[in-house]
C-alpha cells in the first residue's frame, strides 16, 4: 500500500526502524542501524545526478531548528530536506526568541502550534533535543545535543567505512582527541560497537570520560599504543567551546602528543585511512597535509555521506509519521510500537 508521499515501502519500514524519533545511536539494533545505511544507499547516486529532486517529502514541513552554531550539518540537512521534496525552514535560534529569554519548551510549543512533520534540533545541553521532543506531536531528529549524541554523523562515518573497506565488524577503529566533550565520540562507540568493530580511544587523561570502562572500549594516552595496528583513525576537534578549565599545556604540545601527521600516521596498518567529522583545526589535531592526502583522508567522503543519511533518515521518519497516523492503517496492521 503507498502512503499519501508515493512511498511503496511500509512494511520494510515498520519492521526494521519503526521509531517516531531519532535522538541517539544508543538503545538502536544492529537491523535497525543496517536498514537505515542501506536506505541511504540508495541515495547516493541520486545524489550524483543532474535532477537530484524526489518528491518523497512533498507537502511535509521540516523546521531546522539550531541553538547552536552549525555549518555542515545544518546545510546537509537543508538540503537533504529539499532533495526530497520537502519544505524547509532554516531558524537559527541564536538570534532568535531565545536571545529575549523563550524557554526551549515555549519556543517548541509554538513551533508545534505550526503543524510541523519534522523538527531537527541541535542543543547546547546534553538532553535538550528529548526534552523538547516530549513537548511536540511531531518527528524530531537529534543534530547535536551538548556533548551526548550526534546520531547523524555517526551514521555517516558508518556509511563511510562500509562503504571504503566493504563491512564494519572486526575492524580495529581508533577516535582520537577530546573524546570528553564529544557527542560523535559517542554516537560512534555507540554505533561501531554494536555493528562489531573494536574501539580504542586516544587521548590525554584529562579529556577522555571518567566512566569510560563503562563504554566497552579500550583506552590509550598515547598515540604509539593506541594506533598499532587500527584500520581507521578518527581524528577530533579539541571543543574549546565546551571547556570550561585547563585540559592540556598549549595546542603545540597538543599537536606534538596527539597531532595526526605522517609519522604517527605510519603507527596504523598500512592501508589505514582518517576521518573527520569537521570543523577541522589544521596544525591542531592534524596535519594539513595528511588531511588533504585523499589517499589517506576520506573527509570529503564523509560529507557526501551525510546529504545521502539524512536523507534516509527523514524518508523514514516522514513515513512512520503517515503510518501511525490511524486514516493510513487498515485492520490488519498494527499500529508502530505497539
Ligand atoms: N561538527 C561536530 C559536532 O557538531 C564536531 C565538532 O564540532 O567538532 O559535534
Known amino acids: 500500500m503507498k502512503n499519501p508521499a508515493g512511498i511503496n515501502t511500509r512494511s520494510d519500514m515498520l519492521t526494521s526502524f519503526s521509531r517516531q524519533h531519532l535522538?541517539?545511536?544508543?538503545?538502536?539494533?544492529?537491523?535497525?542501524?543496517?536498514?537505515?545505511?542501506?536506505?541511504?544507499?540508495?541515495?547516493?547516486?541520486?545524489?550524483?545526478?543532474?535532477?537530484?529532486?524526489?518528491?518523497?517529502?512533498?507537502?511535509?514541513?521540516?523546521?531546522?531548528?539550531?541553538?547552536?552554531?552549525?555549518?555542515?550539518?545544518?546545510?546537509?540537512?537543508?538540503?537533504?530536506?529539499?532533495r526530497l521534496g520537502g519544505d524547509v525552514i532554516n531558524m537559527s535560534l541564536l538570534q532568535s526568541s531565545i536571545k529575549k529569554g523563550e524557554t526551549l519548551i515555549d519556543t517548541a510549543m509554538t513551533l508545534n502550534a505550526m503543524h510541523p512533520d519534522i523538527l531537527i534540533v541541535r542543543h547546547p545541553a546534553s538532553g535538550g533535543v528529548k526534552l523538547l521532543s516530549e513537548k511536540v506531536n511531531c518527528a524530531v531528529i537529534n543534530a547535536g545535543d551538548g556533548s551526548h549524541e550526534h546520531p547523524t554523523q555517526a551514521l555517516l562515518d558508518a556509511l563511510t567505512i562500509r562503504r571504503r573497506v566493504g563491512?564494519?565488524?572486526?575492524?580495529?577503529?581508533?577516535?582520537?582527541?577530546?573524546?570528553?566533550?564529544?557527542?560523535?565520540?559517542?554516537?560512534?562507540?555507540?554505533?561501531?560497537?554494536?555493528?562489531?568493530?573494536?574501539?580504542?580511544?586516544?587521548?590525554?587523561?584529562?579529556?577522555?570520560?571518567?566512566?569510560?570502562?563503562?563504554?566497552?572500549?579500550?583506552?590509550?594516552?598515547?598515540m604509539k599504543s593506541g594506533l598499532k595496528d587500527c584500520d581507521v583513525i578518527m581524528m577530533l576537534r579539541l571543543q574549546r567551546e565546551r571547556m570550561h578549565a585547563s585540559?592540556?599545556?598549549?595546542?603545540?604540545?597538543?599537536?606534538?602528543?596527539?597531532?595526526?601527521?605522517?609519522?604517527?600516521?605510519?603507527?596504523?596498518?598500512?592501508?589505514?585511512?582518517?576521518?573527520?567529522?569537521?570543523?577541522?583545526?589544521?596544525?591542531?589535531?592534524?596535519?594539513?597535509?595528511v588531511a588533504d592526502d585523499v589517499s589517506r583522508s576520506v573527509i570529503r567522503e564523509q560529507v557526501e555521506m551525510g546529504v545521502a543519511v539524512r536523507m534516509a533518515v527523514l524518508e523514514t521518519l516522514a513515513i512512520n509519521l503517515d503510518t501511525s497516523q490511524p486514516e493510513f492503517f487498515d485492520e490488519k496492521t498494527p499500529k508502530p510500537n505497539q
Do not use: W
Not at 33 to 57: C, D, G, P, V, W
Open 167 to 222: 563491512h564494519i565488524m572486526g575492524l580495529n577503529i581508533a577516535i582520537c582527541g577530546d573524546i570528553l566533550h564529544s557527542r560523535v565520540a559517542r554516537s560512534n562507540i555507540y554505533l561501531l560497537s554494536t555493528m562489531g568493530a573494536r574501539i580504542r580511544l586516544i587521548a590525554p587523561k584529562t579529556l577522555l570520560p571518567t566512566n569510560v570502562e563503562t563504554l566497552g572500549v579500550e583506552s590509550f594516552n598515547n
Open 247 to 289: 585540559y592540556f599545556p598549549s595546542s603545540r604540545e597538543y599537536f606534538h602528543f596527539f597531532g595526526l601527521n605522517y609519522k604517527k600516521l605510519e603507527l596504523a596498518k598500512k592501508n589505514a585511512f582518517i576521518m573527520h567529522p569537521g570543523p577541522m583545526n589544521r596544525g591542531v589535531e592534524i596535519a594539513p597535509e
Open 23 to 82: 535522538l541517539g545511536i544508543e538503545g538502536l539494533s544492529p537491523n535497525e542501524i543496517a536498514f537505515l545505511l542501506n536506505r541511504a544507499e540508495t541515495y547516493i547516486n541520486q545524489n550524483r545526478q543532474i535532477n537530484k529532486k524526489k518528491s518523497t517529502l512533498r507537502g511535509r514541513t521540516i523546521f531546522n531548528l539550531f541553538f547552536e552554531n552549525s555549518t555542515r550539518t545544518r546545510t546537509s540537512f537543508e538540503l537533504a530536506g529539499k
